[in-house]
């Protein structure tokens, strides 16, 4: 893996990292916060907890609001600080928190994403799937397992970050330095910078890419085969699973768009671009790109599924009627006000690597 670190550059690339590195994050934090427990508290009723597909979606915007705040809370930090202050580089157990959960998030998120199309496409094309698989309890065990193999698979990362003591000739002082992603261990060193390279791309890219593209051809086979309906039920319903599918293939594309930048810069470009001014500028670039998709799930589930924009209004509408404030004589206002108001207010929330990747 590349090994990169933050410098300070020109005026011109340092007023973008600026940008990139810490006026964007933030907002990615704020609007994929928000938008994923609004996600899965709509996802988590009755109704809706009912379908295996759900499931996978609430995992999913779960381990999204926690990547967000892996990556983009600590370049926010160092950025406002001037690099002052390091985020989670600052002991040596926030350093092993933040390079395992770096990519444990980013790998179960992936995960959880595959396992969605691939949910959809099994639930249109199989009757078996949809009567032994596709039940809540099934996706929970199947959910349980993803998250304990990959803990398995990177608990290994708990073994990198230590401190060491450097002399310092101008003070005359011993000061204490902090080596993340690093081992005195060469041999663990070795395989993270070699065979779990190589782990990452697959868990991160080729495992998901293959599978997402053939489930899309899947359900796009499907859905766009000529069928003749018996009654408006069954027209509507077909309809409603275009309108699903259509939405799994722009988060497929959203993903494969916003993290192939990423590997391309650190596994094939990566030694072209360490060394220059805008070296800084072009991965973080790249980073905050790829964590932009872990702040869309909402955007992506409001313009394609009716019923999640119909959740999200009287999710609104329920915190509205919260603040209303009691008027004359005692008597609130009216609420049908506020109903009024929402059905024409467009609401708006977003769905989504680590500095040495």
Same mark, same amino acid.
């Given at each position: ?67 967000? &705040? ?7 930090? &160092? ?25 444990? %998030? ?42 304990? %193999? ?15 003591? %450097? ?48 489930? %899309? ?35 497929? *594309? ?9 590997? *391309? ?36 589930? &409001? ?55």
């Amino acid at each position: 893996m590349a090994s990169w670190h933050r410098k300070k550059d020109p005026p011109p690339y340092e007023t973008a990292d600026l940008v990139i590195s810490g006026i964007i994050p933030m907002v990615l934090i704020v609007i994929g916060t928000i938008g994923n427990i609004m996600s899965s508290l709509i996802l988590l009723k009755n109704e809706n907890y009912r379908l295996s597909t759900n499931v996978y979606l609430i995992f999913l915007c779960i381990v999204d609001t926690i990547s967000l &705040y892996q990556w983009n809370l600590n370049q926010a930090i &160092y950025t406002f600080t001037d690099g002052t202050n390091q985020g989670w580089g600052q002991s040596v157990f926030l350093c092993k928190m933040s390079e395992f959960f770096g990519f444990y %998030t980013l790998h179960a998120s992936a995960m959880f994403l595959t396992f969605v199309q691939l949910d959809r496409a099994f639930l249109l094309r199989s009757r078996w799937y949809k009567a032994k698989i596709a039940h809540p309890r099934v996706a929970l065990i199947i959910c349980a397992i993803i998250l304990l %193999t990959l803990f398995v698979l990177n608990g290994f990362l708990f073994g990198l970050g230590f401190e060491y003591s %450097t002399f310092n000739n101008n003070t005359g002082l011993e000061e204490t330095q902090l080596a993340c992603y690093y081992s005195m261990d060469q041999t663990l060193n070795a395989f993270f910078s070699i065979q779990y390279s190589w782990i990452h791309v697959i868990i991160m890219y080729f495992l998901p890419f293959s599978i997402m593209f053939v489930c %899309t051809l899947l359900v796009v086979k499907k859905l766009l085969s000529t069928q003749s309906f018996s009654n408006q039920q069954l027209a509507t319903s077909a309809k409603r699973n275009r309108r699903i599918a259509l939405m799994l293939l722009f988060m497929c *594309l959203a993903y494969v768009v916003c993290t192939l930048p990423n590997r *391309l810069c650190f596994s094939f470009f990566a030694n072209e671009l360490i060394g220059h001014d805008y070296t800084d500028t072009v991965f973080l670039a790249t980073n905050t790109l790829m964590y932009t998709r872990n702040a869309l799930n909402a955007f992506f589930l &409001y313009q394609s599924v009716y019923s999640f924009r119909r959740d999200v209004r009287k999710f609104i509408l329920c915190c509205e009627r919260r603040n209303i404030k009691v008027g004359p004589n005692n008597a609130l206002i009216e609420s049908h006000t506020l109903s009024a108001s929402l059905d024409h207010r467009a609401v708006k929330s977003g769905i989504a690597m680590l500095p040495i990747q």
